[in-house]
């Protein structure tokens, strides 16, 4: 039903790309970040949550048309259709139906619930094409809420040291999540980066509540020590920047799964590493594969071979699917 092509994953049967890392005729997105959708194609389709991130990313003039959750579609021989995968705002699993049987491919997922987009929903398959960014027995995810504590905790004794407390993230999907989490125990403003403004506003227009922020820009005017006690979150790549002068003295932390990981944490050599992810950890992601049923297990991103050699043992067909992005993850 799907094939490997120098462009991404093709479905002949419907003339279409999922998530292709070149242009193509017609793209079908399972999520915003930068490494599923890519500019330059004729025509998108995904979710509305999708399209509204989209639109800001890829320029108004883009051609999208969306499809809301559990919606069929048919698309040349095959039959179409996007199922919410708790990854970030209109985050979907795509479901195709076709002469070969049903296949899904789940993009990127976690199981962990997130106040701003909609909870993974597990899809019967025969096929299953299963992300595995954290695909490694050695990364378990802590409650959100114990993550959070340890947050609130963190600031807490920044603010009583007279410190900024500084939390890198990715601008789509985390920055919003820890944000709205972090409404839910404070009433405290948080202060962002600029360049954090625009997705944050998306959010907003496709219906997510988050609290009120504050950018730092336009708080240039203060004195370099009134940030002191203040949380900001800022992008990666602002860390080292001259932006960072403004803020006095702070203590800096990186919000990633990657944080498992102590030789990362050590390299990175931020003050604090706080593991919350946007993907499903090990036991999830077994968890999710058990659950579709499928006999025929396909592993995409990060650590394919580990989790492609364990379902194997494991009496499940499996194999592993190339990507054009062996880099970072983007959005961990
Ligand atoms: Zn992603
Ligand atoms: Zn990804």
């Not at 479901?95 to 997130?114: Q, S």
Request: hydrophobic share 40%.
């Amino acid at each position: 039903m799907l094939t490997e092509t120098a462009r991404g994953l093709y479905c002949p049967d419907g003339d279409f790309f999922i998530d292709p890392w070149q242009a193509v005729d017609r793209a079908l997105i399972t999520h915003a970040h930068g490494d599923h959708a890519r500019p330059g194609s004729a025509a998108y389709l995904c979710t509305p949550g999708t399209a509204a991130l989209l639109r800001r990313r890829l320029g108004a003039d883009t051609v999208i048309e969306t499809v809301e959750y559990r919606t069929g579609r048919r698309i040349g021989d095959v039959s179409v259709s996007f199922h919410p995968a708790g990854h970030v705002l209109g985050s979907a699993q795509i479901r195709i139906e076709g002469p070969d049987g049903v296949w899904v491919v789940a993009g990127d997922y976690k199981r962990a619930a997130d106040p701003t987009c909609a909870p993974f929903e597990p899809v019967r398959c025969d096929t299953f094409i299963t992300e595995s960014t954290f695909g490694l027995p050695i990364y378990r995810w802590d409650d959100t809420a114990v993550v959070m504590r340890d947050i609130m905790g963190w600031w807490n004794g920044n603010r009583e040291a007279g410190k900024t407390s500084v939390i890198f993230c990715y601008t789509l999907g985390k920055a919003q999540r820890l944000l709205a989490e972090l409404a839910a125990l404070t009433d405290h403003t948080v202060f962002v980066h600029g360049m954090m403004l625009g997705m944050i506003e998306a959010y907003r227009e496709a219906g997510v509540e988050l609290p009120e922020v504050k950018p730092v820009i336009e708080s240039k005017g203060r004195s370099r020590a009134s940030f002191g006690g203040e949380l900001v979150l800022a992008p990666l790549s602002a860390r080292g920047t001259p932006w960072m002068r403004r803020l006095g003295t702070i203590s800096d932390a990186f919000a990633s799964g990657l944080m498992r990981v102590r030789g990362v944490r050590r390299q990175r050599a931020y003050d604090r590493g706080f593991v919350i992810s946007d993907h499903a950890d090990w036991p999830a992601l077994l968890q999710t594969i058990s659950e579709t049923g499928a006999g025929r297990v396909l592993a995409t991103h990060g650590h394919a071979e580990p989790l492609a050699r364990h379902l194997a043992a494991s009496g499940l067909e499996s194999g592993i699917i190339r990507t054009a992005w062996e880099g970072e993850p983007t959005g961990d």
